[in-house]
């Protein structure tokens, strides 16, 4: 089968699931509108009926969500209303909280936490790895993070707090502290039946790290290696020590990068004195970048966080408004640019009908250029000494484009109304507009990442009023200077 047969798969066995979850539901939804009409006639077998149909409709829910793994269960949740979502969570099984919380989006997390007690939490966490329980601490209260540390180990508790000490967009904040170590003075039959000691291996074990008596780390011993050689073999002379390490302050889209380019399955994590802290594994790459591509897009919307589809409208209405009220901001002030230009339109009407053209345009390919920008500066492509040259090649090519299609839009102009200047003064327009929108394309995304802030953020909103309002001034103004008379 082939990797696009499979996602589609896959893809469809998600969809079914949650079909059959809410067909269930309804079931069970209808036979509570029926026993709450108080109108029917309700004797002692009629209720007994509705009893065991409820109970039935119940137990084939239980089942069918005992049958799926956390991350179609975590789908799921996110796909339900907020009712039916707390009556499916109420169904889980308890011993699977901890790995559904950590598979939900924030969003919803949040209403799930909201409905458990303090025990129910320390309980759901308890059954989490330490990096596990650092990404859920930010959701967590503090009552029960403080319960949490008094159930671990000592050694668990400063793994817990060395992994919250990072920030969420570090290689620590990443770093998984499950992984087997062995020392290279030891033979392959030793290493074998250490491993055999294990019930199993943790996740995306592809290599063993080989560290010395101080934990400084040495190098890696790939599985592959360990099952083709004689079990007499000694593990030194095996050692790969050309191994591409991380160090946990790293930033995450650095190693994300290097998964990707070194098609890594796991990599250790040293510290500064060089001692293995830790590894980043490939599923935790893949969640980091799904992560912060969902983010992006949100980012470009404008919006401040993720949302909940299913989340009270107030609260959805909340999340929207910063941008809205800048947006609301730049088409006031659009709006006073066409106002000072009131009697060119009262003498020109035809301006009124171009002048969206010009804006939109404009503001398309702007949107292009910091697409392309953000791409770059995320896979760490553009620096100052190319940045130059990036922004004289996106002037060329937004120079082209006013020629080519300003050419079309004054052509449009001409033959829609008659006028030659018309014509000449719409191309002129789009021409230097779709230069004004590669600047600013390109400068804002670069800016606020010299600010320190995520260069995605609201890019589409902030464009969208320069390249309005530039629009509607150098078309208006041009018009000014050569139609009016």
Excluded at 70 to 99: C, F, M, N, T
Excluded at 418 to 444: E, F, H, Q, R
Aim: with cysteine; glycine share 4%; hydrophobic share 45%.
């Amino acid at each position: 089968m082939s990797e696009i047969d499979h996602d589609s798969h896959y893809t469809e066995n998600v969809q079914e699931h949650l079909q059959k979850v809410q067909a269930l539901l309804e079931k069970h939804a209808l036979v509570e509108s029926l026993a709450h009409r108080q109108e029917m006639p309700r004797n002692e077998r009629h209720g007994l009926v509705e009893t065991l149909l409820h109970k039935q409709h119940l137990n084939e829910l239980r089942e069918k969500l005992d049958s799926l793994h956390p991350a179609d269960i975590a789908y799921i949740l996110e796909s339900l209303p907020i009712e039916q979502r707390l009556l499916v969570w109420d169904l889980v099984k308890a011993e699977r909280d901890g790995e559904i919380l950590i598979e939900v989006s924030d969003a919803v997390r949040e209403t799930l936490i909201a409905t458990m007690s303090r025990d129910e939490l320390r309980e759901a966490a308890e059954q989490l790895d330490t990096d596990e329980i650092a990404d859920l601490a930010p959701d967590l209260p503090q009552a029960v993070m403080r319960d949490l540390f008094k159930s671990l180990s000592i050694e668990e508790r400063e793994q817990l707090r060395e992994a919250m000490s990072y920030p969420e967009d570090a290689v620590g904040a990443l770093m998984d502290f499950d992984m087997v170590t062995i020392r290279e003075d030891v033979t392959l039959e030793v290493v074998s039946r250490y491993l055999r000691r294990f019930d199993e291996l943790p996740d995306h074990t592809d290599q063993l790290f080989v560290i010395d008596r101080d934990d400084v780390f040495k190098g890696t011993l790939p599985l592959n290696i360990l099952l083709i050689n004689e079990p007499e073999m000694e593990v030194a002379p095996l050692v790969i020590h050309e191994t591409i390490t991380l160090h946990p302050d790293d930033k995450a889209d650095q190693a994300a990068q290097a998964f990707e380019r070194y098609d890594l399955v796991s990599t250790p994590v040293v510290d500064e004195d060089g001692r293995l802290v830790g590894r980043v594994t490939v599923n935790t790459v893949v969640d980091f970048i799904r992560a912060e591509s969902e983010s992006d897009v949100l980012n470009l919307a404008g919006l401040r966080e993720e949302e909940d589809i299913f989340a009270s409208v107030w609260k959805s209405a909340q999340n929207r408004w910063t941008w809205l009220a800048l947006n609301l901001c730049t088409a006031f002030f659009a709006s006073r640019v066409i106002g000072a230009f009131e009697n060119t339109i009262a003498k020109y009407v035809a301006l009124a009908t171009l002048m969206p053209i010009v804006a939109g345009i404009a503001g398309n390919s702007a949107n292009q250029t910091t697409t392309i920008i953000i791409r770059a500066l995320a896979l760490g492509q553009i620096s100052p000494s190319n940045a130059r040259r990036l922004l004289y090649k996106e002037l060329a090519i937004s120079g082209f484009n006013g020629l080519v299609w300003g050419g079309v839009a004054g052509l449009f102009a001409y033959f829609l109304y008659k006028d030659t200047m018309l014509g000449l003064v719409m191309t002129s327009a789009m021409l230097l507009n779709l230069l004004l929108g590669a600047i600013v394309g390109m400068m804002i995304p670069l800016t606020l990442q010299k600010m320190g802030r995520d260069p995605a953020i609201g890019s589409s909103v902030m464009l969208t009023a320069i390249t309005d309002s530039g629009g509607f001034f150098i078309f208006l103004g041009l018009a000014t200077l050569f139609l009016i008379h």
